[in-house]
């Protein structure tokens, strides 16, 4: 096994203590773990991997640089001066500075480290998708991602809910990603039984073992679901499922990979008519059901005052301080993520960043169908995208780092097990 294989085990290994110790990732020890294993990925790939990972890597340039380039202009002063926050001008006023220069951001400083968040995050991507072209080392990755997730949720469980209380909805969106990569491993186990006997019953220990411990897997992440009260993300990880399920069905029966375009069809329609109608902000904090009354009356004052272009990515906590009520003090969360992006990223945003992941949604479910055999990491890569996607609207749990990074290999997974020898994507 490769030392980026080493790095990205352990880049996983630290999610569980990460949610438990409710300390964020350290950033003076992650960024410096990503940057390596990025390194040490690119140097022992080879060229024609390398070459592959580009050429499908750049079917996402727009979703990759959009963002980039949105944070950037938010950094930088807007060659027109109305595009600028009012807060600026308000500063330049009562500072007696006419020369300050304004920005879209009202936090430069955040908006530049949800930037190197967000680039981190991509190098973990693209670390994952060099590092699992071997289907071996993809095993493990996904083994280790299961394990984690999982752990994560079996903590809550055993009685620490009083320490993690404080990142229930961090722990139940993990929760919800530990299910689906639970159900993966059971995929797995299944597929490699057929392949390799033709008795259905007939089924070795260590594939029957793969089984149970996925089942026991779902079993503990639902109870955690159930236990932190978040039952409306039962609902997402049945949709996840039923996705899951109608690959395997369709790939069972041999069926082209038109019926998978026609389903991703239709879900793009129905999500996207979802999404329109949520645009409003009453719509978008309606859906936020586990948010308190200040986080809810914070986001409402804050999206009624936000301007088109935002106020800047990162800059939640400085917009709270300014619309929260007199002599409320600590630190407020935004209802959902779907509310914190159309605060800071612009409402327009929030339309443009859901279609990128409908886009790695549709050509992780068109892999999944097309690909000769390994199709469960496809096919948890799109369900987990769809499922996140979901619960962006009614949990603000996908902001903390440890839920993209974990997001980010199930996706890297899928981008490098789509392409493969016998695939038709």
């Given at each position: 096994m490769s030392i980026a294989s080493?790095?990205?085990?352990?880049?996983?290994?630290?999610?569980?203590?990460?949610?438990?110790?409710?300390?964020?990732?350290v950033q003076s020890a992650i960024l410096p773990l990503i940057a390596l294993t990025l390194a040490f990925a690119a140097m022992s790939a080879s060229s024609p991997e390398i070459a592959l990972a580009k050429q499908t890597l750049k079917r996402f340039a727009l979703a990759i640089l959009v963002p980039i380039i949105w944070m950037i202009v938010q950094i930088l002063p807007p060659p027109v001066s109305s595009l600028a926050n009012p807060i600026w001008s308000s500063a330049a006023i009562a500072?007696?500075?006419?020369?300050?220069?304004?920005?879209?951001?009202?936090?430069?400083?955040?908006?530049l480290h949800s930037l190197v968040c967000y680039l981190a995050v991509f190098a973990v991507i693209v670390s994952t998708v060099l590092v699992t072209k071997d289907r071996r080392r993809a095993e493990l990755i996904l083994l280790v991602l299961t394990v984690a997730a999982t752990l994560v949720a079996l903590?809550?469980?055993?009685?620490?809910?009083?320490q993690l209380a404080a990142t229930g909805g961090v722990v139940a969106l993990t929760a919800l990603l530990a299910a689906l990569a639970n159900g993966a491993v059971v995929a797995m186990a299944v597929e490699r039984h057929l392949n390799h006997s033709e008795a259905i019953l007939s089924i070795s220990a260590q594939h029957l073992l793969q089984m149970l411990l996925g089942v026991c897997g779902i079993a503990v992440s639902v109870a955690a679901i159930v236990a932190l009260g978040q039952r409306h993300l039962l609902s997402l990880a049945g949709l996840g499922f039923a996705l899951m399920l109608f690959v395997a069905v369709v790939r069972r029966l041999g069926l082209r990979p038109w019926p998978a375009t026609i389903l991703a069809l239709i879900l793009v329609a129905a999500t996207g008519a979802g999404l329109a109608r949520s645009a409003a902000s009453t719509d978008l904090l309606r859906l936020a059901e586990s948010s308190t009354d200040e986080s809810l009356a914070i986001a409402q004052r804050a999206l009624?005052?936000?301007?088109?272009?935002?106020?800047?990515?990162?800059?939640?906590?400085?917009?709270?301080?300014?619309?929260?009520?007199?002599?409320i003090s600590g630190l407020v969360m935004p209802p959902s993520t779907a509310v914190a992006v159309a605060i800071e990223w612009g409402r327009p945003a929030l339309l443009v960043l859901a279609a990128l992941a409908l886009q790695l949604f549709f050509f992780n479910l068109r892999g999944a169908v097309g690909r000769g055999r390994d199709s469960f990491f496809a096919s948890l890569a799109a369900a987990g995208?769809?499922?996140a996607l979901c619960a962006s609207f009614v949990d603000p749990?996908?902001?903390?780092?440890?839920?993209?990074?974990?997001?980010?290999?199930?996706?890297?997974?899928?981008i490098s097990q789509c392409a493969g020898r016998t695939s038709s994507v």
């Open positions: 080493y790095l990205l085990v352990a880049l996983l290994a630290t999610a569980p203590a990460a949610i438990i110790a409710n300390d964020g990732y500072l007696n500075a006419p020369s300050l220069s304004g920005h879209i951001s009202i936090d430069p400083g955040a908006t903590t809550y469980l055993l009685g620490r809910a009083d009624s005052g936000s301007p088109w272009v935002g106020n800047g990515v990162g800059s939640f906590a400085e917009i709270s301080r300014v619309y929260r009520d007199f002599g995208v769809l499922c749990g996908l902001l903390a780092p440890v839920l993209q990074i974990i997001l980010a290999v199930m996706v890297g997974l899928g």
